[in-house]
C-alpha cells in the first residue's frame, strides 16, 4: 500500500513535487501522506494529515497557551 502526496508550495513559497510514500528512506510503515497542506511527509498514522497551513496550528497553539496562562493568573488572583 502507498499513499500519494500531492504537489505543493512550501511555507517558503518553493514548489514541491508530488511524491509517494513510503520515500526511499522512510520506514516500510511511512505509507500515509502526513503533515500540513505546506508542510508534507510520509508517516504510519492514517489521521495525521491537517488540511490547513502549518502556521496557522502553530498561531492557534499560541493562543491556547496565552488563554491557559491567563486562567491560570486570573484563578491565582481569585483565590
Known amino acids: 500500500m502507498s499513499a500519494e502526496c500531492s504537489s505543493y ?3 517558503d513559497g518553493v514548489f514541491v513535487d508530488s511524491f509517494s510514500c513510503p520515500k526511499p528512506g522512510n520506514a516500510a510503515a511511512a505509507i500515509y501522506c502526513c503533515g500540513f497542506n505546506d508542510i508534507k511527509y ?3 498514522d492514517a489521521n495525521s494529515f491537517f ?3 502549518y502556521g496557522y496550528m502553530w498561531w492557534l497553539r499560541q493562543m491556547f497557551f496565552s488563554l491557559l496562562l491567563s486562567v491560570s493568573v486570573l484563578w491565582s488572583v481569585c483565590l
Open 9 to 11: 508550495y512550501s511555507a
Open 42 to 44: 510520509c508517516c504510519d
Open 51 to 53: 488540511p490547513y497551513e
